[in-house]
């Protein structure tokens, strides 16, 4: 289930998992991960992304989030590196602020359209 906080990061989908090859991603997430470059990774990159992922959603229970449309894909390969060290206290709250981040730029998005897509 996901309610709470707990459940919100664990119902998150993988960044360049299934449901993007897929396309059973909302809009927003198709559109935020294809302009991060995570549709477009070469076969490499998508074996690093699927062993850090299923690494770290094994570490702290949860899919690996950030948000997609301030970031590209060597940054968020770097920071999905560099959060794995990271104590489940200190990643439970980093994933809690990019949760914040994803739908204030999609509330902004909605409310604002005409200013968020000169932003």
């Known amino acids: 289930m996901c309610t709470g906080k707990e459940g919100i990061l664990r119902c998150h989908p993988d960044l360049a998992g299934r ?20 549709a477009s990774l070469n076969p490499e990159e998508t074996t690093r992304m699927y062993r850090l ?8 229970g949860f899919p690996f989030i950030i948000c997609a449309k301030m970031n590209n894909k060597a940054a968020i390969l770097r920071q999905l590196t560099e959060r794995s060290g990271n104590s489940q206290t200190k990643e439970r709250a980093h994933a809690i602020d990019e949760v914040k981040k994803i739908c204030n730029l999609r509330l902004r998005n909605v409310v604002l359209p005409d200013i968020q897509n000169k932003l």
Not at 53 to 60: A, D, I, L, S, V
């Open 19 to 38: 449901d993007l090859q897929r396309g059973t991603l909302t809009r927003e997430s198709q559109e935020e991960q294809s302009q991060a470059g995570m």
């Open 53 to 60: 992922n299923t690494e770290y959603k094994r570490r702290f």
